[in-house]
């Protein structure tokens, strides 16, 4: 029996059924049974959005519609409890069960009373998803003779208080986790550890951000200084592109932690951005693997290739918006509106995620979520308004029907003649091109296109630089 402890995190499609949650459990018995294993489980598929839903409709006082996704809620679990353990289990599970249904009930019923939906219950109440499916399997596991116990993140991961979106305290972590995994790991029982879920230093819940559990899996890894982390999802690894839409993708066996991360940032679901942050110092080997083929062996993310291989991937991303912000008059310095703009944006906590400007105009563009829109706004009415009120700016113009699409591969750096590919890609396909930014890293080419347009970017792009499978 190996020291050398694994990390395994299981998605919401891994976790989707009890079926699946079998599979999750012979997964991870297979590593137990010859080292130390800690995994980290995402809600059943959906689940998050469900009870993302429900609480909107608490605030939105649509008190049928908040109770028949509360039923729905229950039902699903229940019947994943009966599908999934022996009879003489299923009552104390069943409560298990309606007990966490009833916490988050309490919080969604609160919020219909008050009609609001502040960003610190919200936390609380979707951890929720995370808390009953790591019940489930723990509750397998045992039925198996397997010992396991479920462990709240909220009391393992410590981060800040910024609700919804939060940055881990990695030393304050490694200090629960000491407290609270190693004892679990040393007499060999296994912790099934809710993903996307922690709590603030004075233990406020928080969560890390839609499709957090893969960082919860990388920031436990990284503080029980895991020998490797798994990451088990729906597709074979990361591919050369979303498999939904390009036919042709094709596993990439190695990626680095900088390709991965770009990709990440740029759209690739397949891993949440901010995964690797953590493993970076360590240099965690990390597998990205399908719970659904686990034979294929998957992506292997590692610090450093030895090769560059060029362009690797593409990537796309909607639900965004461009902002435009140009002076009207040349007695206002573009520079100077440039840094208000920014750093109205950066008190808003808003993710600035491409900027350019041009040097004649002195006007400037920037790409922000759409669902963080609003808050842009705000802030930048707010920090612009003497200017807009002496006319000095022109109106600021937003466009959201625009989409992002990146080309990642470490080799870039020495690959003369790319950008004239991908351009040659798209004008032949009439595809006319907002913005494009290089970063300094030389490891993505970033380009804005009308959102109508970006399907077929992706893929004729995807072909041009022949990324796909050549069967
Ligand atoms: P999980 O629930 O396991 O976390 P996600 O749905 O978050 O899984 O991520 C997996 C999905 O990411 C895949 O089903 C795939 O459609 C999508 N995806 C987008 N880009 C890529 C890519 N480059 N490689 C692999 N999958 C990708
Ligand atoms: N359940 C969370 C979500 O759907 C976190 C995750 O699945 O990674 O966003
Ligand atoms: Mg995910």
Partial sequence: MSNELLVMKFGGTSMGSADRIKIAAKLTAEQHATRPVAIIVSAMSKVTDLLLDTLKKAEASDSEGLEANLAAL?????????????????????RGIEALTAEFTRIARGMLLLRERPPKSVDEAIAIGERLSAFLLAEYFNSEGIAAQAVNAATVIATDAVFGNATPILDATRERAAKVLRPLLDKRVLPVVTGFNASTLDGRPTTLGRGGSDFSASIIAAVLDAAELWIWTDVD????????????????????YAEAAELAYNGAKVLHPRTLAPLAERKIPVWSKNSFAPHVPGTRIVPVIETGLGPRAVTSMTGIAMVSIEPAS????????????????????????LITSSSYTQSFCFLIRQSELDRAQEFLQQSLAL????????????????????????????????????????????INIVVIAQGSSELTIAVVVHRKDLELAVQSIHEECGMGRKD
């Fill in 237 to 256: 690894g990361i591919m050369s592109a979303d498999p939904r839409l390009v036919k042709n993708a094709r596993v990439l066996p190695e990626v680095t």
């Fill in 387 to 430: 200017e807009i009120a002496h006319g000095y700016l022109k109106p600021i113009l937003i466009d959201k029907e625009v989409g992002l699409l990146a080309v990642v591969g470490e080799g870039m750096r020495g690959t003369p003649g790319l950008a004239g590919r991908i351009f040659t890609a798209m004008s032949r396909q009439n």
């Fill in 74 to 94: 229950t039902a699903r679990h229940l019947e994943c409890a009966k599908d999934l353990l022996p009879a003489d289990r299923q009552d104390a599970a069943c």
């Fill in 330 to 353: 040349a007695e206002i310095s573009g520079t100077k509106v440039m840094a208000e703009a920014i750093e109205a944006l950066s008190r808003s906590g808003v993710e600035l995620m």
